[in-house]
């Protein structure tokens, strides 16, 4: 079985800037989770007084929903997902040298 | 009031209308204009199958009863997708790669191509599915009692039940027709997602109608429709914490783990980049279903009589209203729901059951040989139509038994949590490489059974299929085992419970089994090939071919088969594609034949990766065998492509191709022989000539001249020889020689061979096993020594190794003796190989060799004329030649 070559270590600019927005990528579904959740928090006291609890609700889950699509969109727009293989050299290396021949 | 029969023409003609867009895709996708079809758009919406009848109609109804807790059903996808980066891209990059048709072949390909996993797999998603399918005959039906009692009747449970079953049949009629159209590898269905798209856009538009309608038409705008919330019951923000994470963890899981949106997501995804789109606008799909769940459910609450069923205050409202025409749409947006949902639903189950139930059997059934004959298509259709009709009368069947009479949510929770008993299998499967299929089966087993005992069996209602007692008791007063209050931990929601038990105990069993077992060599390495899919599999994959490996494979196919089954096959397989000597082409029908018969002798796991260690370089890589080997589909499709191509045709014209390299070849080679030729007898001609000039002038020492004199009879000699030797030749092959008939022993003739090949100095060492040489032989033996002498000559001239070796083997092939003469040197290159038997035909530019060429031709003509034969053999690690011995009366 062929090895498959590392991944990079150090990227230029921009294959740097992409990681980064990968990673921005993979982080927004955890906060968008945690602020779902977040209402989980608010006091029930309150709530129970107040009687008005729903209609906060709803506009603070439908807010912060349309916040993550948003983030999502701008986030899909420039990130690159031709350029997605973790396997792929950088340009600066010449193509079919080193273990990448043997690994394909 | 809407008339009953209107209603029914206007579905009537909705559903035409399906059918002709259907139509239109799968004619445009034939011609091959596939254009938007697959464009991220239409991707988007063919996922809205997410949104069933529950959600349109379902999710007000639980708004009613719970408040917001039906938002965490669309929290959930959301993040799912948002989060694309975590899963989702790796399990479409494994289906494109491994060419995933199902759920359930996901998971039996990453346990091995294992069957039973597959079977498994299967049954749960069969089980899960079946309510749900009874929950969408049942909200269609329902929708039609309310205009019938519109019109005036109302309906019992006979008519509901007959409208269920006709809704059925009608389903199960367009789902055969676009779902069963194509056997595609890929399983793709472009007039069933173009239906489903217009299906998605038709039921977006009609819950926001109905939204707005209620929103600024009844309630009188944004801040009016927030007092009216404020001031309904479900204006407390109670929510339970538990349920709250609980059902979005369910519904996200759920979204990966159904086999209709594995279909959607996975199976019918046409290019990863969609992913980045639908990443963010299904998100915004979801947030615009769900935008006016609320208002609709609260203003229903207040403008319907206490009783009415929330469930249907998407339709109620508006009728309550007068505004029929919102009420057909709203009507046929419900329509749309439960539809694109049933019939995605229907061909991803059918496929699962065709492919790992049906077709197994029917092919153990049949033995090996229908695994070449091309009925197999046939039966898969078939297979598949029987198993769609077959989950729709289960569906149905489920409808009539549970009496259709439950809130849509509980059914939809249900069936979730049993469709996700498959995330752990898939999810650790996909991420960790140690897991088993022993692991995997015990956690999807156990999953299952908690699933079945603590929520399905019970959701029949109390003391329909588990006794009261049981539930209070548990079974034979075992108190831990009482299907909600599992170790006797009580008050837990039962959904919560079910949800967090059966994934506890699923997960748990999944681990543990996958420490404790070991895995099969091919789980190891379909694990490998998912965990590491970005590291192995490049988005394009062709099959490339290089010859270069035919002899690697015949080297270990040697080993493996022993060197004479391996010749035979690997001769054959060259014979029938046209081509002489021991190499075929390396085409995917002969790897697939080759595997098949190695996998005879060490089993089909280690011939896969054995030979995907030779070919991966070829870029033929470990998948392609597999898939080639033994999947039905892939066999059936390549059978098709082979009958297409004729195959005659591509014999013929493999058989020109070489031909023509082998003249191209000589023609070069001949030149070269012309200038040799010349130079060979000038070269004597010239020192004849002088020499013979300085002895006629004379005036020399006698010894002198003894000397010139032996220097000429050298000439003349070589010259003669060369002579002799073209004249043999073309005696030969004029077929004029007369053989001179003698019987003998083998052993002789080699050792008059041996002892003729001028070995001088013992330069090349001579291995032989005089034991094996005693055969019997009778021919020409003068002109058999001839054959040996030429081979050990050029063995001693030619091999290049520090000590040179020749091996002098005597066996048996295809029934007949064959000497095989193979030295220790580098052999010869693969691209001389065909043209070393030609005269004229020099590997080196090395004259002091002394030959012209014309050894190896004449002794393929003497084994010609003495019937037996002469070639080169292929992969021995030096250069062998097999004499194929005249075969003895």
């Known amino acids: ?104 | 009031m809407v008339s009953f029969n209107l209603l029914i023409a206007v579905a009537l003609v909705y559903v035409a209308f399906l059918f002709i867009i259907a139509f239109a895709a799968e004619r445009r996708a034939e011609r091959g204009r596939e254009g938007w079809l697959r464009s991220p758009m239409i991707y988007t919406l063919s996922l809205s199958i997410y949104c069933t009848a529950w959600t349109f109609y379902g999710a007000v109804g639980y708004a009613a009863r719970s408040g917001l807790e039906y938002l965490t059903i669309y929290l959930g996808p959301s993040l799912v997708m948002i989060g694309w980066w975590w899963i989702l891209r790796k399990l479409v990059r494994i289906g494109r790669s491994q060419r995933i048709t199902s759920i359930a072949d996901l998971i039996s390909s990453r346990f091995g191509k294992s069957t039973p996993i597959g079977v498994l797999v299967t049954l749960v998603a069969v089980a899960a599915a079946t309510p749900y399918l009874a929950l969408q005959l049942q909200s269609v039906t329902l929708s039609f009692a309310v205009f019938a009692e519109g019109s005036g009747q109302v309906w019992g449970e006979q008519e509901l039940a007959s409208a269920a079953l006709w809704v059925a049949i009608g389903l199960a009629v367009f789902t055969v027709i676009f779902g069963t159209r194509n056997l595609d590898a890929n399983e793709r269905h472009h007039g069933i997602v173009m239906a489903i798209a217009v299906e998605a856009v038709v039921k977006l538009c009609a819950l926001v109608a109905v939204g707005v309608f209620v929103v600024w038409g009844l309630a009188g705008g944004v801040g009016r429709t927030l007092d009216l919330i404020d001031a309904s019951p479900i204006s407390d923000w109670t929510q339970p914490g538990g349920r709250w994470v609980g059902l979005t963890f369910l519904a996200a899981a759920a979204f990966l783990c159904l086999p209709r949106m594995f279909q959607v997501l996975v199976v019918e995804n046409a290019d990863e980049r969609h992913m980045a789109t639908a990443s963010w606008a299904f998100p915004l799909y979801l947030m615009l279903m769900s935008l006016f769940v609320v208002p609709i459910a609260v203003v229903g609450l207040n403008l319907l009589p206490a009783g009415s069923n929330p469930d249907l205050f998407v339709l109620t409202v508006p009728l309550a209203e007068g505004r029929n025409g919102l009420a057909i749409f709203s009507f046929l947006g419900g329509f749309s729901s439960a539809t694109s949902m049933v019939i995605v639903s229907t061909i991803a189950l059918a496929t699962m059951v065709s492919n790992h139930i049906v077709v197994p059997i029917w092919l153990s059934s049949r033995g090996t040989g229908a695994m070449v004959s091309g009925d197999v298509r046939g039966v898969v259709i078939m297979a598949r139509r029987l198993s769609i009709m077959g989950v729709l009368f289960l569906g149905y069947l489920y409808y009539r038994l549970s009496g259709g009479g439950e809130a849509l949510a509980a059914i939809g929770l249900i069936s979730f949590t049993g469709a996700v008993q498959v995330l752990p299998a898939m999810l650790v499967g996909v991420f960790w490489r140690g897991a088993t299929r022993w692991g995997a089966a015990s956690g999807l087993v156990l999953g299952f059974a908690v699933w079945m005992w603590s929520l399905f069996l019970p959701s029949f209602g109390a003391d329909a299929i588990i006794p009261h007692s049981v539930m209070a008791n548990g079974p034979f007063g075992i108190e831990w085992l009482r299907p909600q209050a599992f170790f006797g931990i009580d008050g837990i929601d039962p959904v919560i419970h079910a949800v967090m038990w059966s994934l506890l105990l699923n997960t748990g069993a999944l681990f543990l089994g996958s420490i404790l077992t070991f895995p099969l060599p091919m789980e190891r390495l379909q694990g490998a090939q998912f965990v590491n899919v970005f590291e192995h599999s490049p988005n394009a994959r062709s099959w490339t071919q290089s010859s270069a490996h035919a002899e690697d494979l015949l080297i270990t196919a040697q080993r493996i088969l022993g060197a004479e089954e391996a010749q035979t096959l690997f001769q054959a397989e060259a014979r029938s594609q046209g081509k002489a000597g021991f190499l075929p082409d390396v085409t995917p029908g002969f790897v697939e034949g080759l595997e098949r018969e190695l996998a005879g002798s060490v089993g089909a796991a280690t011939a896969h990766a054995m030979l995907g260690q030779i070919l991966q370089g070829a870029s033929v890589s470990v998948e392609d065998l597999i898939k080639v080997a033994d999947e039905t589909a892939q066999i059936m499709e390549y059978s098709s492509q082979l009958e297409a191509k004729s195959a005659e045709q591509e014999r013929t014209a493999r058989a020109l191709r070489e031909a023509n390299e082998k003249l191209t070849a000589l023609s070069i080679q001949k030149d070269a022989f012309l200038g040799q030729i010349s130079h060979e007898l000038r070269t004597p001609m010239t020192s004849i000539r002088s020499f013979s000039e300085i002895l006629r002038e004379g005036g020399m020492p006698p010894t002198q001249q003894a000397k010139y004199a032996g220097i000429i009879h050298d000439e003349a000699v070589r010259l003669t020889r060369l002579l002799d030797d073209l004249l043999d030749l073309s005696v030969l092959e004029s077929g004029q020689v007369t053989l001179n008939q003698q019987d003998g022993v083998l052993r002789d003739v080699i050792d008059r061979a041996v002892d003729a090949a001028d070995n001088r100095e013992g330069a090349l060492k001579i291995d032989r096993r005089r034991s094996e040489e005693g055969v019997e032989l009778s021919t020409d033996l003068d002109r058999l020594t001839q054959v040996f002498i030429n081979l050990i000559a050029n063995a001693r001239k030619y091999c290049d190794a520090q000590q040179p070796t020749l091996r002098i083997k005597v066996g048996r092939h295809e029934g007949r003796r064959v000497v095989d003469l193979i030295d220790n040197g580098s052999g010869i290159p693969e691209d001389k190989q065909g043209v070393i038997f030609e005269k004229f035909s020099r590997l080196t530019d090395d004259r002091k060799a002394g030959g012209a060429g014309l050894g190896l031709a004449i002794c393929r003509e003497i084994m010609n004329r003495l019937e037996g034969d002469i070639t080169y053999l292929p992969g021995q690690g030096g250069a062998a030649f097999r004499v194929t011995l005249p075969s003895v009366e």
Not at chain 1, 90 to 100: A, L, R, V
């Open chain 1, 1 to 104: 079985m062929g090895r498959s070559p590392k991944p990079q270590t150090f990227l230029a600019r921009a294959s740097y800037r992409q990681r980064r927005l990968r990673d921005a990528a993979k982080v927004l579904p955890i906060v968008g989770g945690l602020l779902f959740m977040a209402p989980l928090l608010w006091p029930r006291e309150a709530v129970a007084e107040g009687g008005n609890g729903t209609s906060h609700a709803i506009l603070y889950l439908f807010g912060v929903w349309t916040a993550l699509i948003v983030v999502a969109f701008v986030l899909a727009r420039i990130i690159r997902p031709t350029e997605d293989d973790d396997i792929q050299q950088p340009p600066e290396q010449s193509p079919g040298s080193g273990p990448q021949a043997g690994g394909r």
